[in-house]
């Protein structure tokens, strides 16, 4: 028989155990922190991620926009129309519901009547942070009118929050409900939001860049009519501006330590501002119609104004068809200089009437009038009759 020896086996001691679970928690803590850590690194960079997104497509739709400023608009509405540090509105072709529509940039059906044409008198809006209302005048090429609507993006403050640097940035068409583009805004110190850039022309001819003083701004395009006798100098240093600058921050939305911005800036081409339609113009204008006047008293049933008539040239919608608008002259009697232009109205209806409130009474007036073409070349002038204002 074989005898079998037992030996002692001997088991864990209490130390060993608790030394087993004191390495077990750090290892346990260890891959806690770094799982927290990894989970924290994940949620950071998806709200960068977040914010580049948001500032991007802030920027995308800006741009896209922009630089569609002054296409398709007739030579009588102004390409831009209103530029700040934090504002900017301008007119563009920028889409029509019609099918088939060449004109416009782009093409969407779902698009209301009310954002495909151009704004009208009767339709003002008032232009974003100011008092302004525009338009001034009615935009019509022929009869029918300007298919230019009006863009406005602008920087507001979030209301939604209690603080102070939070901005929210708007678009607007037409007179229709401003739209949120973006939220998280906020400005890169001082840095203005829209930093704009013009053409200057040396007296050598040399055309160069030059940024837009801020303590300049804002700028508006104040003559009614584009291109017409009196948008030149000051009037028309808008017309100069062909590109803008956007810059601004956007943050993750939160506060205190865990609050992050991200910094963008954007350089913006404007194309088409400051071009001209391209057309051939020939012979002077056929005008010959006789104005008419009369005293009028205006709907605050105190002031005094004259309403001045006449029917449109045989060439704005027959002939040439090139008549874009119409220049009027005042004199007072007895004087028989002209001078220089008192207004121009702008072609498109078939009688054509402008109101001068800025008569005095017992005071007499004359009027001249003459069609202009795109040359822009004038008619003979047609004289009205003397009018005195009571």
């Known amino acids: ?25 750090f290892v346990v803590a260890g891959a806690v922190l770094l799982l927290r850590s990894e989970s924290r ?5 998806s709200e960068r991620v977040a914010m580049y997104q948001n500032g991007r497509f802030a920027l995308n739709e800006m741009e896209k926009d922009l630089r569609t400023s002054g296409a398709g608009a007739p030579d009588v509405q102004p390409h831009l129309i209103y530029i700040a540090d934090s504002v ?41 942070h100011t008092s302004i209302q525009y338009p001034d005048t009615n935009y019509r090429v022929g009869a029918v009118n300007s298919a230019s609507e009006t863009i406005s993006f602008y920087f507001a403050r979030d209301a939604s929050t209690a603080r102070t640097d939070d901005w929210i940035l708007w678009r607007r068409v037409n007179n229709l409900a401003p739209e949120i583009v973006s939220t998280n805004i906020a400005r890169i110190d001082s840095t203005a939001f829209f930093t704009y850039f013009r053409v200057r022309t040396t007296t050598g001819g040399v055309s160069s860049m030059q940024q837009v003083a801020a303590n300049t701004l804002p700028w508006r395009h104040t003559v009614p009519i584009h291109l017409s006798i009196n948008d030149t100098g000051a009037n028309a240093r808008i017309d100069s501006i062909r590109a803008v600058r956007v810059a601004f921050s956007v943050s993750n939305g939160k506060s205190g330590s865990e609050e992050r911005f991200r910094t963008l800036s954007r350089l913006i081409r404007l194309p088409n501002v400051g071009l001209a339609n391209t057309r051939s113009c020939g012979d002077a204008p056929i005008f010959s119609a006789t104005p ?24 704005e919608l027959a002939g040439e068809r090139d008549v874009e ?3 009027v002259w005042r004199r007072i009697s007895p004087a028989t200089d002209w001078g220089d232009p008192f ?13 001068d409130a800025t008569v005095t009474s017992g005071l007499t007036y004359r009027y001249a009038v003459s069609a202009q073409d795109c040359t822009p070349t004038l008619s003979g002038q047609q004289l009205s009759a003397e009018i005195t204002i009571p």
């Open 325 to 327: 608008r119409y220049v």
């Open 41 to 45: 690194s994940f949620s950071l960079g």
């Open 343 to 355: 207004v121009t109205v702008p072609g498109g209806d078939s009688l054509n009437t402008y109101i």
């Open 292 to 315: 008419s006047v009369a005293n009028i008293i205006l709907p605050d049933s105190v002031t005094r104004a004259v309403r001045l008539q006449f029917v449109r040239s045989v060439d």
């Open 1 to 25: 028989m074989t005898r079998l020896s037992m030996r002692a086996r001997p088991g864990l001691t209490l130390i060993e155990m608790m030394m087993s679970l004191v390495i077990f928690s």
């Open 88 to 128: 900017i509105v301008f007119n563009a072709n920028y889409w029509t519901n019609t099918a088939g529509d060449v004109e416009a940039v782009y093409y969407n059906p779902d698009a209301p009547d009310s954002a495909v044409t151009a704004l009208t008198t009767s339709t003002k809006i008032t232009l974003p």
